[in-house]
């Protein structure tokens, strides 16, 4: 999409991203978009880019940078990726894939990691698609 800019988040963009989460499946208020965001925006381990169409949020993607005791050096682990579904298919997620690994490099941090839900078929040959690996699988448990 030729007209479409990606830019750092900013707190006024709270709305549009809890209506972009809710589209993934995370049903998410403004107000708790913004509950969210703040400190994730204050700390310099993440940053969180947004596409911008018109005066339109059509995307966004977050990373955050860590150490792992396996690997030299950070890394950075993609937090979340979403077009808006009135937009999927532009090039868009590619946009703020690439804007996500250029902010990377300039950090001098040359691995990238995500993990996706298995239900994500889509998503995971959008990955394989820009050069993603498969390498393992993810685990989760919900303590009480």
């Known amino acids: 999409m030729d007209n479409c800019i ?12 809890a209506r972009l989460l809710t589209q993934l499946g995370y049903p998410t208020s403004s107000e708790e978009m913004t ?6 925006l204050q700390r310099p381990e993440y940053i969180t880019f947004v596409a911008e169409s018109g005066n339109i949020l059509v995307g966004m993607v977050g990373v955050h940078v860590a150490f792992g ?6 890394y950075g682990r993609l937090t ?3 077009v808006d579904e009135l937009f999927r298919r532009h090039g868009i997620g590619r946009r703020l894939i690439e804007t996500v690994e250029a902010w990377l490099r300039e950090h001098s941090i040359s691995l990238i990691i995500v993990t996706s839900g298995i239900h994500r078929t889509q998503a995971h040959q959008f990955y394989t698609d820009l050069g993603f690996i498969e390498t393992g699988k993810r685990f989760a448990k919900h303590l009480e």
């Open 35 to 40: 509950e969210r965001l703040q400190p994730l």
């Open 69 to 74: 005791y396996e690997l030299k050096g950070p």
């Open 6 to 17: 990606v830019r750092q988040a900013s707190l006024k963009d709270a709305p549009h991203l």
């Open 80 to 82: 979340g990726l979403v």
